[in-house]
């Protein structure tokens, strides 16, 4: 892995088990976003011949390890596992530099991904169908799952250690070979989870990867015949256009995309918490996260002191370069992400009254960096721009309501459902909120980020198309069944089944 120390790294393709540097002359330079005097990476925007060369690769490797027993594959991710624990400072560091976020952020996020792999490994241990009884005597039926064969695995830079290794390690257990095409920005972190499973044992052609833009090697990714089946996480404009692609092509898809989730407070609440977990939400990983906390919506009868409170506690947070002490929350990604959150800022002005923040950071410490201040609108309405539509930024919209179905009206008002949060003590709203919400995920009295490698990640409406991530639904997407009869009795039936 490249360090501060070692400068600027070319980020080279990882095609059939060797690092190779693209043929491309066009080459995208990766800058620090806490400190844009400092490259990190440059990478080249590769060409449609060298991700055709890696989803070669997959498909001349695919017979040796479909025809690999699950356990021994499951071995490769156990030793993934380790190595990535070994690893783990470093690359959260690498992770910080390249990214943004927080280095407490980056160390949650390897350990997210540690978790997953350590999961997955488990399951090669469990891949397998089902026995169910014939109707036939003396006949045996039996389900298996098959992989696949080439899977496409298009990743975003808002998480590029743990979703690449939530694509990858269950597709990877089931049997398949795969082609990753990270993030552009965030060439150096995706190499360096390839380069583990590399250092795990796993075989040449196995896992490949190829770095450029979408338009160029994610279309070739898209359209090739080979490749199976695709999963994609970004944004809902790509994703809906992929699925689209895909589904033509008769390829299997799966894409996570958008959020605007909603963390309900009633006025029982314990306000303190809620508050602490409105700006954990909101503000954590500089609200870049998918399942970040974007609207808080609140019962009337508390809202004053919520607001207050909630306004004293992000005054507090500290802004800053993420591998500095103490931060909380770190620049955002880059300067396109910046002006779109700026360009945000200035509609919530127009539409709600801003309370905190609103503005980018500048002066000492900042102006080599994307930094913007954690911003709270109060009295947002509900149909409003800023709380209808993703912002991925650290801005968080405050909705007051009259009462509990307000704000269920309220929280699935949007086109999005990927996660939502409720904070009270009264067991009947609790659940009659897991009942009516909208959302893939649910959580109460804790909030809206966050998720556990054994449970299935993702969304409904907008969100999400597609069989769940993690957990072990997450094999299912990466396989198919296959029902088998076997007829024992050794003589022609006289009955058929249709």
């Known amino acids: 892995m490249a360090t501060a120390a070692s400068g600027p790294t070319i980020a080279r393709n990882f095609i059939e088990g060797k690092w190779v540097e693209s043929s491309s002359k066009q080459v995208v330079e990766r800058r620090n976003p806490a400190n844009l005097d400092e490259v990190v990476a440059r990478t080249p925007k590769s060409t449609r011949e060298e991700m055709r060369m890696a989803i070669s690769a997959a498909v001349a490797a695919f017979p040796g390890w479909r025809d690999t027993p699950a356990p021994v594959r499951g071995r490769v991710l156990s030793k993934a596992t380790i190595l990535m624990d070994q690893q783990k400072e470093e690359l959260a560091r690498l992770l910080t530099r390249e990214e943004g976020k927080t280095l407490k952020d980056s160390l949650g996020e390897v350990q997210k991904s540690i978790n997953i792999l350590e ?34 695995a298009i990743t975003p830079w808002n998480f590029p250690v743990s979703i690449p290794v939530w694509k990858l390690a269950p597709a990877l257990v089931a049997g398949n070979t795969a082609v990753l095409k990270p993030a552009e920005i965030t060439p150096l972190t995706a190499s360096a989870v390839v380069r583990i499973f590399e250092e795990a044992g796993l075989p040449p052609g ?145 539409e709600a009254r801003l309370v905190v923040g609103g503005n980018q950071l500048m002066g000492q410490g900042y102006d080599k960096g994307h930094f913007v201040a954690p911003t709270v609108f109060d009295d947002v ?87 769940r991530e993690m957990g072990r639904v997450a094999v299912d997407f990466y396989t198919e069944i296959k029902a088998v009869y076997i007829d024992y009795t050794g003589q022609k039936r006289q009955t058929s089944l249709y």
């Open 119 to 152: 999961f997955m490994t488990g399951e090669a241990r469990r891949l397998g169908g089902e026995t169910l009884p014939s109707e036939l005597p003396r006949n045996f039926a039996y389900t298996v799952k098959c992989p696949l064969g080439v899977v496409g």
């Open 381 to 467: 309405p509900w149909d409003s721009v800023i709380a209808q539509e993703e912002i991925f930024g650290p801005v968080l919209s405050v909705i007051r309501v009259p009462d509990f179905d307000e704000a269920m009206r309220v929280a699935n008002s949007v086109k999005y459902g990927l996660a939502s949060s409720i904070y009270t003590n009264d067991a009947t709203r609790i659940f009659e909120f897991i009942d009516r919400i909208e959302t893939g995920i649910v959580h109460v009295n804790s909030p809206t980020v966050g998720g556990e490698a054994q449970m299935p990640f993702g969304g409904m409406k907008g969100t999400g198309v597609g069989l």
């Open 206 to 350: 196995v896992l490949n990867m190829v770095l450029g833009s979408g338009s160029e090697i994610g279309d070739e990714l898209v359209k090739h015949p080979d490749v199976r089946a695709l999963s994609f996480t970004g944004s809902n404009d790509v994703g809906s256009a992929l699925y689209a692609s895909g589904a033509r092509l008769l390829k299997k898809c799966q894409c996570e995309m958008g959020g605007k989730n909603p963390l309900i407070v009633l006025a029982d609440a314990d306000l303190p918490l809620a508050v602490e977990s409105a700006v954990f939400g909101a503000f954590g990983s500089a609200g870049q996260r998918c399942t970040a906390t974007s609207r808080v919506i609140v019962e009337e009868a508390v809202a004053d002191p919520f607001v207050q409170m909630l306004m004293d506690r992000a005054r507090m947070l500290k802004v800053g370069d993420g591998l500095a002490y103490g931060i909380d929350l770190g620049p955002l990604v880059d300067e396109h992400q910046l002006e779109t959150v700026l360009r945000y800022l200035e509609i919530g002005k127009k």
